[in-house]
């Protein structure tokens, strides 16, 4: 019972993780239809400003430093975006999906560099806040409260999400724009500024998840590729655009990874690349069925 | 430490040197007087540049200290650097390049891999090179080429070394774990430690070693924690681990809500020197970790003492890790031989380099003639959170074992014998 | 109507030049810039197959190092495991190989041919095949195959001799200047037309009557074909054959490659291969700064000069050819 409890606990922890990452990319990809690999990196930029936002205040997590400091990660890789947007996005908005892609892989080679340059090759690993650090018992189950915390977070964030792009007028012009951008923009709707804030807000949660994921793992210039490949499948099962989709993805593929590697413990990160293989051998259009946005 | 661009080294590179060489013929650049290039291949991007860089500032140091003090038979020593990029394809590229234009002789190996690769190719386009710190025991076993040397520990020397100071300072600890990257580094460090251990332990206590099934863990992976649970069901005393690098960091780091080196008595790392304590600072776990080269172990020793204040001189970094110092003794192996032979052919430095022995920043050096490896002192140390260093750990115990007690017997040409061991 | 005997008689007098340089190598430079001018060689077909997808089928792949990494690993495995069959019959296992894994991978993805996905998942299968190369012992794991030997052709009338690098290299020449040939000749043919046409207009070809899964899944076949044909040719140039040839990272060269020299013209990638190793060599003893120089590159070409060097070149061609109509005729210069 241990057992499968833990694996069932591990495999929402990878879930809700990986989610977090992929809820901002999911929302681009929707949107703008640009698969943007530089998110893992914008992600990894607000693990280390967080980092540096913790060095700033004497080198301690507190869990309101820990809070804050993963909100301003998000304000500052959100003003990130708006710059990419600026040079990047919008130049490539008329030009072959194919180029997006590549040109997101570039910024994403930039990113690993710009990390490496202004915070340096050496390994770092920061503990979750002291308030966080602690385990939680239930029969012979131990669960680090911090993973717990990131659950729930991953859980809070896809109600939130969910809940602002259906209720919410702007959630709603982001759909219309999601669903026909030529049609929007006859009605009058300034597509141009509901591209610009779905970036915005895709980056600053790469770089929320960034800062709430910080104390997770350690921190290095590699960071960015870890998350990538399981955020991207995330988004691919789940369906262009569908953070339902996306969210569903994650807790199955969490899962799948989580018990094929407690069954077969030599073959880690096989699983997850097998069962997107296998899900969309049988059903192409993802999980969510055909291209529903958000 | 933020990265900083060596700006010599970039004007260097793009240096006349750099632009004519391609065009230089081997006869030429070889020359038997005028100065030595030595080509220095090791991963100067990427993920391993952490470890490159000790490389780089060890071979660097090595040679402004021989060119102090006279140069080789009066002959200055210079230095080729390319970046092998830790991948075998780009290193062999890089060696070849650096051979067709007259370095022959070349040290900085730090990947198994690559240093498995370059047998063969030395082999066929005649060169030597003396790995820096890659941990393969196929390199003095199955895959022994003469064109290879290892200066360095061999994974028995170090693990070996490793099992039998702990056993012996700690004989109540029988009962084992290991927790183990799921690579060849990771699956023989196992192998040893589990051979040595289950040999020594009834040596000493009369009763046999309990060793668990170790937990193999991914590398490059974000989330260790299926592996920590399964490490904590298991019931034991000492956990051993080969975990390496940026993945040791993550391990640690999950693990301790777990709490599971708390729960066991001591923690072993085969080879992460300072990198998970200046990660972790006061989080860190106290553990045992084996060294190349660990500076207070060889205070008083002019080599060391002087690799270890010009590193702090140059980096500012109060930490430099054994890397450096395998670079450093690949320079001094070098000097030697080449003083010996009088030039820089491959086959005389190779002759001359076999059964050498030379001083370096551990000591004495002896190059086995049978396979290549190097006899050396194993240096461990442990490691513990301490509130009072700037750094938040400390080193407070070390020791540096006796080479002869710990390498295992030459065998080229055929598989490690465990029960030599 | 698009006279293909000059469009021959051009491509034909491009690659000789071409053949020419590299046959010339071996004679001005060093051992070493040898070695690279036959990787880049290599690295020119790698780009022309992909560029075969990209540019003749629309298919973004990223995934190309599985087909590379195959074919290697197949030829090292069949000239150490299996001396007694012949090199030619190695290289075309080689190539099998990669035409096997395009069969069986393509067929999963291109059933969801919309390109992004189509995309990621190449990505995703690649690390897949990263991954089972890593686990698979016979395979050497993670320290790969070593010592793989240079051949020795026997063709009945004599023998060719390759084990010296140089030999070797002129054998590399050779069968990437074939394999070119090959890919320009299925280009320019029916088959490679009708797949041009699916790129630009799916619905309307399969009103026509051609399944257009089936062709795009022949297009993926041959451009895995090819890949891994070079990465078989270069395993014996190596002599290794480790599981860094099947990383990620393999599969975003040819993109550079192309997207440097110009995907809209047959020839992009081979300028995209050649100027990427000079860059390569060029900055070889600068070190640490090769992500961000890559990064910073692409990103400038693909914003800047999407269509590469060569669309930058033909661009001004045109800018200056109709500057000088408009100057003589005196109205709108005439489209070329």
Redesign the interface.
């Known amino acids: 019972m241990?057992d499968i409890g833990?694996?069932v606990f591990?495999g929402l922890?990878?879930a809700m993780?990986t989610f977090l990452v992929a809820a901002g990319l999911t929302l681009i990809?929707g949107i703008l239809?640009i698969?943007n690999f530089a998110h893992g990196g914008f992600f990894m930029i607000g693990a280390y400003v967080s980092y540096s936002i913790m060095m700033a205040f004497g080198g301690s997590l507190p869990l309101w430093l820990y809070l804050v400091g993963a909100m301003a990660s998000g304000i500052v890789v959100g003003l990130l975006g708006w710059a990419v947007d600026k040079?990047?996005f919008r130049?490539?908005r008329d030009?072959?999906?194919?180029?997006s892609?590549?040109?997101t892989?570039?910024?994403?080679?930039?990113?690993?560099?710009?990390v490496?340059?202004?915070?340096?090759?050496?390994?770092?690993?920061?503990?979750?806040p002291p308030a966080l650090?602690?385990?939680v018992f239930v029969g012979d189950m131990?669960m680090?409260?911090?993973?717990i915390f990131i659950i729930l977070s991953g859980i809070v964030a896809y109600i939130g999400l969910e809940f602002f792009i259906s209720k919410t007028s702007t959630g709603r012009l982001i759909r219309v724009v999601a669903a026909d951008p030529w049609m929007a923009q006859l009605l009058g709707l300034n597509v141009k500024k509901i591209y610009l804030i779905t970036v915005i807000f895709s980056f600053a949660m790469a770089g929320t998840a960034g800062g709430l994921l910080m104390?997770?793992?350690?921190l290095?210039?590699?960071?960015g590729g870890?998350?990538l490949?399981q955020a991207?499948?995330v988004?691919?099962l789940g369906g262009?655009g569908s953070i339902r989709g996306a969210f569903y993805a994650a807790l199955l593929l969490g899962l799948i990874e989580?018990f094929g590697?407690?069954f077969f413990?030599?073959?880690?990160?096989?699983f997850f690349?097998?069962a997107?293989?296998v899900i969309?051998?049988l059903k192409?259009?993802g999980i969510m069925g055909k291209g529903q946005t958000a | 430490m933020a990265y900083k661009i060596n700006r010599r080294a970039v004007v260097k590179g793009m240096g006349a040197t750099g632009l004519a060489m391609p065009f230089l013929n081997a006869a030429t650049a070889s020359a038997q007087s005028g100065p030595i290039t030595l080509g220095v291949v090791t991963p100067l991007s990427g993920p391993a540049q952490l470890i490159g860089n000790f490389v780089r500032h060890g071979a660097e140091i090595g040679a402004d200290y021989i060119n102090a003090n006279g140069g080789v038979n009066g002959r200055e020593i210079q230095l080729e650097f390319r970046d092998s990029k830790v991948n075998p394809n780009d290193a062999s590229v890089a060696a070849r390049e650096l051979i067709g234009a007259g370095a022959n002789l070349q040290l900085g190996t730090i990947s198994s891999a690559v240093a498995l690769a370059m047998g063969p190719l030395l082999e066929s386009e005649g060169g030597v090179v003396i790995t820096s710190g890659a941990g393969t025991d196929k390199l003095n076993h199955e895959n022994y080429n003469p064109h290879v040397f290892r200066v360095g520990d061999s994974p028995v020397s170090r693990n070996a070394g490793l099992v039998r100071h702990i056993a012996n300072s700690r004989p109540d600890i029988r009962k084992w774990a290991g927790i183990i990257p799921d690579h060849e580094y990771g699956r023989t460090t196992w192998k040893i430690f589990e051979a040595t251990m289950r040999k020594v332990i009834p040596e000493l206590t009369g009763e046999e070693a309990e060793i668990a099934e170790p937990v193999l863990v991914p590398y490059g992976s974000g989330d260790y924690r299926n592996y920590i649970s399964q490490a904590m069901r298991l019931d034991v005393e000492g956990i051993y681990t080969s975990v390496y690098g940026g993945d040791a960091v993550t391990l640690y780091q999950q693990s301790q809500p777990f709490g599971l080196f708390e729960k066991t008595d001591v923690l072993l790392d085969s080879a992460n020197e300072f990198l998970v304590a200046t990660a972790m600072r006061e989080q860190t776990p106290a553990h045992w970790s084996g060294f190349h080269w660990y500076y207070e172990a060889n205070k008083g020793n002019p080599l060391s003492d002087d690799l270890y204040s010009s590193y702090v001189e140059r980096t500012g970094d109060q930490y430099p890790m054994g890397w450096a110092a395998e670079a450093h003794a690949a320079i001094m192996a070098y000097a030697k031989a080449i003083e010996k032979t009088g030039n820089t052919d491959t086959m005389d430095v190779i002759a001359a380099l076999k059964g050498l022995s030379f001083d370096s920043a551990t000591g004495m050096r002896h190059i086995r003639e049978e396979d290549n490896q190097a006899i050396k002192n194993a240096e461990l140390a442990f490691i513990e959170p301490s509130s009072s260093e700037d750094s938040g750990f400390a080193v407070t115990d070390y020791v540096s074992l006796d080479g002869e007690k710990v390498v295992e017997p030459a065998r080229p040409g055929k598989t490690l014998d465990l029960s030599t061991l | 109507m698009i006279d293909y005997r000059a469009r021959f008689r051009s491509n034909l007098l491009i690659a000789s030049c071409g053949l020419a340089v590299f046959a010339v190598v071996p004679l001005v430079a060093n051992s070493g810039l040898m070695f690279l001018a036959g990787l880049v060689a290599i690295n020119v077909v790698f780009g022309l197959s992909w560029n075969l997808l990209f540019s003749g089928a629309g298919l973004l792949s990223f995934g190309h190092a599985m087909f590379f990494g195959g074919g290697a690993y197949a030829m090292a495995v069949v000239s150490l495991r299996l001396p007694e069959l012949p090199f030619l019959v190695g290289l075309a296992l080689g190539a099998g190989c990669g035409a096997l894994i395009a069969l069986i991978f393509g067929f999963i993805a291109l059933r969801r041919a919309s390109g992004v996905y189509f995309a990621v998942l190449t990505l995703a299968f690649s690390e897949l095949v990263h991954i089972l190369i890593t686990k698979t012992t016979f395979l050497g794991r993670n320290d790969g195959l070593v010592g793989v030997p240079r051949p020795e052709i026997d063709l009945g009338l004599f023998r060719l001799d390759l084990t010296s690098a140089t030999a070797y290299y002129y054998f590399i020449i050779v069968a990437m200047a074939a394999a070119a040939f090959a890919l320009w000749c299925f280009q320019n043919s029916p088959a490679g037309r009708l797949i041009k046409a699916i790129k630009q207009d799916s619905v309307r070809t399969a009103f026509l009557g051609t399944s257009v899964f089936a062709w795009q899944l022949t297009a993926f076949v041959l451009s895995g074909a090819i890949a891994a044909f070079c990465g078989a040719v270069m395993v014996p140039f190596t002599q290794i054959a480790s599981p860094e040839i099947a990383y990620w990272t393999v599969s975003t060269q040819p993109i550079l490659f192309t997207l440097l020299g110009g995907a809209g013209n047959f020839w992009g990638p081979a300028v995209g291969a050649i100027l990427f190793g000079a860059i390569d060599y060029g900055t070889r003893a600068m070190h640490g700064l090769s992500e961000i120089t890559v990064g910073t590159l692409l990103l400038v070409v693909v914003l800047v000069i999407p269509g590469g060097l060569l669309g930058f070149v033909r661009h001004r061609r045109k800018k200056t050819r109709g500057k000088a109509k408009a100057s003589t005729a005196g109205d709108t210069g005439a489209r070329s």
């Open positions: 241990y833990m694996t591990n922890a990878w993780a990809f239809h698969l040079l990047v130049r490539l030009v072959e999906d194919a180029y892609l590549i040109a892989y570039a910024l994403l080679l930039v990113c690993g560099g710009a490496q340059l202004i915070w340096g090759l050496n390994y770092m690993g920061v503990m979750p650090n602690t385990v131990f680090p409260t911090f993973t104390p997770n793992q350690s290095s210039p590699e960071l870890i998350f490949l991207f499948g988004v691919i262009m989580s590697t407690y413990p030599q073959y880690p990160g096989i690349l097998l997107l293989a969309l051998l192409p259009e």
